[in-house]
């Protein structure tokens, strides 16, 4: 979300693209269970965590946090490894606005997100009068934060927060979170084994992290709890919409256009963007500012754009990207992968991105032809697989 709401990498499980997004939960919950995680992901004995948790509990107990809440909160939970070493894993990165594009507009989000929003369609109308913010953009929020509910995380927050408060590279922004996770079991929004997440805590549809949950979330159902972690994403899809409304977003605006399309003149943009060298160009509009509230990412933020006029029935990208730096279309990166796979050095997909799985292929494939083990995609190499 925004640069507040998140400076870390959260969002991206959902679209493949990086480590956490985190991604990530599902409704009614029955007592939390650690089936499905990772080892890693499971409560591993620490002294020194424990010391920490006994003096963040004094520290918790003077904000207003209540005995009860605390016991609540921290019934079975524990320091999570794996979260630290999620964290610390991060990798900073500049991927080019086709691959992003790739994943984040990919057909199968396309047709994903037009069968969410005819399921939902009732409900993101009602949002979209009470905030004023299209359904179209709700929805493609909703796709690249969680693909649409399928992956909202199951790590318990408090366990993820209060790791990352004792042994994390930001231990006070992330006691400011597992502050705020506690403050949402003492309202009563959700159980203490409902309150799961990714590994970084974002929680539910939309990935908000407790502090902007907050800030932010509604109880559009009208049932007492701002539950965006059921199944039923009324709540999360409207805590979204209020989010952006309160971002600045104005109601009848587009958030931009691609140049050269009817859309991009109707209005005056406040700033043109190419952000891939030789790619489109985009017309954009003062709602791309609300968008990058919600994650500060020019990326990001076309990806919701292009999502959402997707959703809404419209068509690709028109102008092309051209060639990468090692002179493939994306046609040719899609087939390099699907040769590669036919080889039997599986690239997990043919999206055309060259990422860790692709490398790992092509590298697996340099070296049982005794070649160079570069990882790199090249013509020659996409010759040589016929």
């Known amino acids: 979300m ?26 009614s919950f029955a007592p939390r269970s650690d ?19 006994s003096a963040f509990k004094s520290r918790a107990a003077a904000q207003g946090i209540s005995d009860s809440t605390l016991r609540r909160g921290f019934a079975g939970a524990g320091y999570l490894p794996g979260v630290v070493k999620r964290d610390r894993n991060q990798t900073e990165f500049s991927r080019s606005l086709e691959d992003y594009l790739a994943i984040a507009a ?57 790791t990352l408060a004792y042994d994390g590279r930001r231990g006070a922004f992330f006691e400011k979170q597992l502050i705020a996770a506690l403050r949402i079991l003492e309202r009563g929004d959700v ?36 539950d965006i972690w059921s199944d039923d994403p009324s709540d999360s899809l409207a805590s979204t919409a209020a989010y952006l409304a309160k971002s600045g977003w104005k109601s009848g605006q587009k958030w931009g256009a691609e140049m050269g399309t009817a859309a991009a003149s109707s209005a005056t943009p406040v700033q043109i963007l190419q952000p891939d060298a030789g790619g489109p160009r985009f017309a954009i509009f003062n709602n791309f500012k609300a968008i990058k509230r919600y994650n500060n990412s020019d990326n990001y933020a076309i990806g919701v754009g292009h999502l959402s006029d997707r959703i809404a029935g419209g068509g690709p990208i028109q102008a092309s990207f051209g060639p990468d730096k090692y002179g493939l279309t994306i046609d040719d990166r899609k087939a390099l992968q699907e040769r590669l796979t036919a080889r039997g050095f ?11 799985n692709s490398r790992k292929a092509i590298t697996a494939y340099q070296q049982s032809q005794g070649l160079p083990a570069t990882g790199d995609p090249s013509r020659e190499l996409l010759a040589r697989l016929g």
């Open 191 to 226: 159980s203490a084994a409902g309150l799961t997440g990714s590994w970084a805590g974002a929680m539910g549809h939309t990935q908000f992290i407790p502090t902007s949950y907050q800030s932010f979330a509604v109880d559009f159902t009208g049932d007492g709890k701002r």
């Open 2 to 27: 925004s640069i507040s709401r998140r400076s870390f990498t959260v969002g991206l499980a959902a679209l493949g693209l990086a480590a956490c997004s985190t991604g990530n939960r599902a409704g």
């Open 35 to 53: 089936a499905g995680l990772a080892p890693d992901l499971q409560p591993q004995p620490n002294a020194g965590y424990d010391a920490w948790v």
């Open 346 to 356: 599986d690239t997990d997909g043919t999206d055309g991105v060259i990422g860790p």
């Open 106 to 162: 990919s057909d199968e989000r396309v047709t994903k997100g037009r069968a969410a929003f005819a399921r939902h369609q009732g409900v993101l109308r009602q949002i979209e009068a009470r905030y004023g913010v299209p359904a179209e953009v709700v929805t493609a929020v909703w796709g690249l934060e969680s693909f649409y509910g399928e992956r909202r995380g199951n790590v318990p927050v408090v366990s993820a927060t209060s």
